[in-house]
């Protein structure tokens, strides 16, 4: 009876929409909680390696750097190679390196297998999007998109609790070496969930476009995270001046090879949603870091609140994002995105006016509770709907490259978002946030995403086109 009925569930999870959906959710919740979760074990891990703080600060942004510069690579590997055949490789490159990070025995080694992590991260991550895009059709994609981003949101939301649970009862390894037994599950069941791909023609990787790219992105991530902490001096300057050289060689070159499989397809940019989708994630990622940065700020400098308390006090903007993500994505599936996103924006903008308000020296945390609610329903109709119209009109055969293009603008967003407040904020008052710094660089935040959500006015509909399905 066993081995009648195994080949028949086999073929019914086979490219079910809904069992590749599980899969690819548990691979997007584990990068993102490797973004969250080692930030509670860095006194632990200070004292085991004998780590200064900037040699653990590096294992934090490695992972940040590798992933930020290769994710526009990995979406095109997809593209040309197979997304299951590449997604299975990021998940064992991810699960490998969290064996060595569990198994460090010196800061030096913890970094390496930091950046391993997050290339691992890069491969697996556009992949997500572009499979989630086969799998299901246009007018359900949405739906799948939410799911996504409510896995994201739970990761982002449980992170820190975990990682301070794993520390305090086992050991700082332990944050590593949860991964391997959830990736050795994803690397079985994604082989057997998963669709295969049909054979293609031999493609040839844009290897000097991947090198150039590459460059052109780790010059960016460098300059813009470390520029704050280097005091923006000439060093920063010229590395962010090398990052304008690499993008304006890397886009000559993209130009003379668009007729040869280039690692940016210039089609994407000549539809009418993906690019203006592109500048809105850039203001609306920053936007978001870049208000999470100053109430943090504000909650433990000027409230006097412990950093677990500072935490809880966003948790409410983050619970509410969780939670109504599927609703925005269903909501995609039925009403135009470009509505829900300036409908997101909207609510955003009016969520930080009304924390701006409330900021004073006096002030009690219940006076944010509201606001920070309504920020997080604001939240829920950004970042779902900005994907669906975004991808909404890309063709099947350029989906990888268009997911890689689109969050490595959402991780630059963030960067620029936390560099620009962390910049304002210390010319304006140095070491101590005040109330009228805090106060002013909200605002500014609002205003940046009032600028994002006039793109949304101009935004085309959503395509509806019936697809088949693999």
Not at 170 to 178: A, C, E, M, V, Y
Not at 251 to 266: C, G, T, Y
């Amino acid at each position: 009876m066993t081995t009648v009925s195994e080949p028949k569930l086999l073929t019914k999870l086979r490219g079910n929409p809904w069992a590749v959906l599980a899969v690819l959710s548990l691979a997007y919740f584990l990068t993102q909680l490797d973004v969250a979760v080692l930030a509670v074990a860095v006194p632990s891990i200070m004292a085991d390696l004998d780590a200064s703080a900037d040699q653990v600060v590096w294992s934090l942004s490695a992972y940040i750097f590798l992933l930020a510069m290769a994710l526009i690579t990995a979406g095109r590997l997809g593209d040309l190679y197979g997304r299951r055949r590449i997604f299975l490789i990021g998940v064992a490159v991810f699960t490998a390196a969290s064996v060595a990070a569990g198994l460090a025995q010196g800061p030096g080694q913890l970094i390496a297998a930091r950046a391993v992590q997050g290339l691992g991260a890069a491969l697996l991550t556009p992949q997500t999007l572009a499979l989630l895009m086969e799998a299901f059709p246009p007018d359900r994609r949405g739906t799948a998109f939410g799911i996504r981003g409510a896995v994201g949101g739970i990761a982002a939301i449980s992170g820190p609790a975990a990682g301070g649970v794993l520390v305090s009862t086992l050991d700082w390894r332990w944050i590593f070496w949860l991964n391997v037994p959830l990736g050795l599950l994803m690397l079985v069941v994604g082989r057997l969930v998963l669709p295969e791909v049909a054979d293609r023609v031999r493609r040839r990787l844009d290897v000097t476009g991947v090198v150039l790219a590459s460059a052109a992105l780790f010059c960016l991530a460098f300059g813009i995270s470390q520029g704050e902490r280097y005091g923006w001096n000439g060093g920063i300057w010229a590395t962010l001046g090398g990052s304008g050289l690499f993008v304006v060689a890397f886009l000559a070159q993209q130009r003379r090879r668009q007729n040869r499989e280039p690692l940016v397809p210039f089609t994407l940019f000549r539809r009418r949603n993906f690019p203006l989708m592109n500048g809105f994630s850039l203001t609306t990622s920053g936007t978001v870091i870049g208000l999470v940065l100053v109430l943090s700020l504000y909650f433990q400098q000027v409230l006097g609140l412990d950093a677990w308390a500072a935490g809880l006090m966003i948790v409410p903007a983050s619970l509410f994002s969780t939670l109504l993500d599927p609703v925005a994505g269903r909501l995609a599936d039925r009403v135009q995105g470009r509505y829900l996103l300036l409908a997101g924006a909207a609510a955003t903008v009016a969520g930080m006016a009304w924390a701006a308000i409330e900021m004073r020296d006096g002030a009690t945390w219940t006076a944010f509770v509201a606001p920070m609610c309504v920020i997080g329903v604001g939240n829920a109709f950004l970042f779902t709907p900005l994907a669906v119209v975004a991808l909404s009109d890309v063709e099947q055969q350029q989906a990888g490259a268009a997911s890689g293009v689109l969050i490595t603008s959402l991780q630059i967003g963030s960067m620029l978002g936390a560099a620009a407040v962390g910049t304002l904020l210390h010319s304006q008052i140095g070491e101590v946030v005040t109330v009228g710094a805090a106060r002013a660089a909200m605002l500014l935040l609002a205003g940046v995403a009032v600028l994002g959500g006039i793109a949304c006015l101009v935004a085309g509909p959503n395509l509806t086109r019936t697809t088949s399905q693999p």
